[in-house]
């Protein structure tokens, strides 16, 4: 089974996700921005995905800014009770697979958690051809 903390209104999400279904994946969608987070969830995902909060911390299109979030000298205590408060400041999406967790940004990173490749060819929602009829990955 595969999980993905999917945001629907992120084009990379959409992807990521259009990919893992294209293969044929069983997937489990969470919505965290109506979902939210707990911080023991935000500290396991980001333990197994190899990242710190600032290195999970989105900047842009969120408050992060405001609220002063940006400064290098707030701590990761901070970053994930901001994270818990505003869910919108986790980048997105997270995918959790059998062969690990991730950050899959840009969205064709999913790929390396997947079991098998999804038939070519497959394009991002913008065109871009990212596995091409012969199922190489481009």
Known sequence: MIVIHHNPDCGTSRNALAFL??????????DYLTEGWTRSQLLG???AAGLTPREALRTSKTPAAELGLLDEAVS????LDAMVAHPVLVNRPIVCT??????????????DLMETLPPGPV??????????ASGRRL
């Open 123 to 132: 394009c991002k929602e913008d065109g871009k051809m990212v596995i091409d």
């Open 76 to 79: 990761d205590d901070a970053l």
């Open 98 to 111: 059998p062969r690990g967790v991730r950050l899959c940004r840009p969205s064709e990173a999913v790929f």
């Open 21 to 30: 279904r294209a293969g044929r994946e069983e997937v489990v969608v969470i």
């Open 45 to 47: 995902l980001f333990a």
